[in-house]
């Protein structure tokens, strides 16, 4: 009898239903996606190899990733807003899964000594509008795909080993106010 049951088309019928309200519960919804956050920085803290000041001792599972150092939320939905690490003495290099912190409007990491490239992901935070990362030992080059941050207003890299050319695709970014490239 029970076999017969999970056959009917009924049952499959109500459970698909079952399955489409809990996803479209906005209480599941945010669930998912501060998971998301969390896991974006949690990654961010794996690819620092060196942490003089112990900056990253509060990234961890006994208060919310909203109260780690350096770490701003909305207090709205508690989606990481901002990334302000500066001068923090933090080594290491900013992962692609940055990119997936998607409400960032503020990443301030200058005076560390972060290398490596930017990573392309950044392009996927089209709320950005403040990105500082002046004082590190970045390199490589500009990912061109920036241009995607609609509302960046600041883009600092100055005193990084950046080559290349600048992206043309820059000059899209209509609110663009400062640029430094030095």
Same mark, same amino acid.
């Given at each position: 009898?029970?076999? /017969?049951?999970?056959?009917?088309?009924?049952?499959?019928? +109500?459970?698909?239903?079952?399955?489409? !309200?809990?996803?479209?519960?906005?209480?599941?919804?945010? &669930?998912?996606? @501060? !998971? *998301? *956050? %969390?896991? &974006?920085?949690? $990654?961010?803290?794996? +690819?620092?190899? /060196? $942490?003089?000041?112990?900056?990253?001792?509060?990234?961890?599972?006994?208060?919310?990733?909203?109260?780690?150092?350096?770490?701003?939320?909305?207090?709205?939905?508690? #989606?990481?807003? &901002?990334? %302000?690490?500066?001068? %923090?003495?933090? !080594?290491?290099?900013?992962?692609?899964?940055?990119?997936?912190?998607?409400?960032? %409007?503020?990443?301030?990491? /200058?005076?560390?000594?972060?290398?490596?490239?930017?990573?392309? @992901?950044?392009?996927?935070?089209?709320?950005? /509008? $403040?990105?500082?990362?002046?004082?590190?030992?970045?390199?490589?080059?500009?990912?061109?795909?920036?241009?995607?941050? #609609?509302?960046?207003? !600041?883009?600092?890299?100055? &005193?990084?080993?950046?080559?290349?050319?600048?992206? *043309?695709?820059?000059?899209?970014?209509?609110?663009? @106010?400062?640029? #430094?490239?030095?």
């Amino acid at each position: 009898m029970e076999y /017969q049951f999970l056959n009917s088309k009924w049952f499959w019928l +109500h459970f698909l239903e079952f399955i489409h !309200v809990l996803w479209m519960t906005p209480g599941l919804k945010s &669930a998912i996606i @501060e !998971v *998301d *956050d %969390k896991l &974006a920085l949690i $990654d961010f803290k794996s +690819h620092i190899t /060196q $942490d003089p000041l112990q900056i990253m001792s509060s990234w961890n599972d006994s208060i919310h990733f909203c109260n780690w150092v350096g770490v701003t939320c909305s207090l709205f939905n508690e #989606r990481v807003t &901002a990334l %302000k690490l500066e001068s %923090k003495q933090l !080594v290491g290099s900013i992962p692609p899964s940055v990119g997936n912190l998607t409400c960032l %409007k503020v990443i301030n990491l /200058q005076e560390n000594n972060f290398h490596g490239q930017i990573p392309d @992901e950044i392009g996927r935070l089209q709320q950005l /509008q $403040d990105l500082n990362l002046t004082y590190n030992y970045l390199s490589g080059s500009i990912p061109s795909n920036l241009s995607h941050c #609609r509302e960046l207003r !600041v883009f600092d890299t100055s &005193a990084n080993g950046l080559i290349g050319q600048i992206p *043309d695709r820059l000059s899209s970014l209509e609110k663009l @106010e400062i640029i #430094r490239l030095g």
